[in-house]
T-cell receptor, first 118, second 110 residues
Framework: GAVVSQHPSWVICKSGTSVKIECRSL??????MFWYRQFPKQSLMLMAT?????????EQGVEKDKFLINHASLTLSTLTVTSAHPEDSSFYIC??????????????FGPGTRLTVT | RKEVEQDPGPFNVPEGATVAFNCTYS??????FFWYRQDCRKEPKLLMS???SGNEDGRFTAQLNRASQYISLLIRDSKLSDSATYLC???????????FGTGTSLTVIP
């Protein structure tokens, strides 16, 4: 149990375009989803926390107008990178945390999306 | 001061060796503690939660020391497949705050 999927797994886009990444919890309802970014040889950096049905909470330094997050249901959150630039190229990982017993504080990660902006 | 600190390593150990990692955290109100494993270019995977009484899962043992504010991970009889980066994760008192260490790199050598 506790499987999280992401789509797409890899995307290449041109500078100035927008990219949408989906994160789904497949076998549990995720009350909270997290979006992280990871640059090579660096640790995960939390970008934002989203709760179903409410606005996402962004970490300091993360532009909310550039990284649009929608958590429309208990099993789906999306991250849209708007007007992507080469410096946005990174590994984007989502995680989900359920509300059920045994899953309440553990995060389960999606497989990540590798974004390359040319 | 960082919320969570880990020795980045790298730790290079021979097969069969025992290796231990420590991780310190700064917020004494932290509630939950985890060890994750991350392979190169892959997502982190939960290795084990860390309970107050300590817990063991096969070759892996996790300990929590609240007084000194650190958690540890012990790997016995290291296997080649244990080579990965081990991430320490601490959950803050509000429940939605998760702090990651920078990870400790382990390479098990044949």
């Amino acid at each position: 149990g506790a499987v999280v999927s992401q789509h797409p797994s890899w995307v290449i886009c041109k500078s100035g375009t927008s990219v949408k990444i989906e994160c789904r919890s497949l076998d549990f309802q995720a009350t909270t989803m997290f979006w992280y970014r990871q640059f090579p040889k660096q640790s995960l950096m939390l970008m934002a926390t989203s709760n179903e049905g409410s606005k996402a909470t962004y970490e300091q330094g993360v532009e909310k107008d550039k990284f649009l997050i929608n958590h429309a249901s208990l099993t789906l959150s999306t991250l849209t990178v708007t007007s992507a630039h080469p410096e946005d190229s990174s590994f984007y990982i989502c995680s989900a945390r359920g509300g059920a017993s045994g899953l309440s504080y553990e995060q389960y990660f999606g497989p990540g999306t590798r974004l390359t902006v040319t | 001061r960082k919320e969570v600190e880990q020795d980045p390593g790298p730790f290079n150990v021979p097969e069969g060796a025992t290796v231990a990692f420590n991780c310190t955290y700064s917020n004494s109100a932290s509630q939950s503690f985890f060890w994750y494993r991350q392979d190169c270019r892959k997502e982190p995977k939960l290795l084990m939660s860390v309970y107050s009484s300590g817990n063991e899962d096969g070759r892996f043992t996790a300990q929590l020391n609240r007084a000194s504010q650190y958690i540890s991970l012990l790997i016995r009889d290291s296997k080649l497949s244990d080579s990965a980066t081990y991430l320490c994760v601490v959950n803050g008192y509000t429940g939605n705050q998760f702090y990651f260490g920078t990870g400790t790199s382990l390479t098990v050598i044949p």
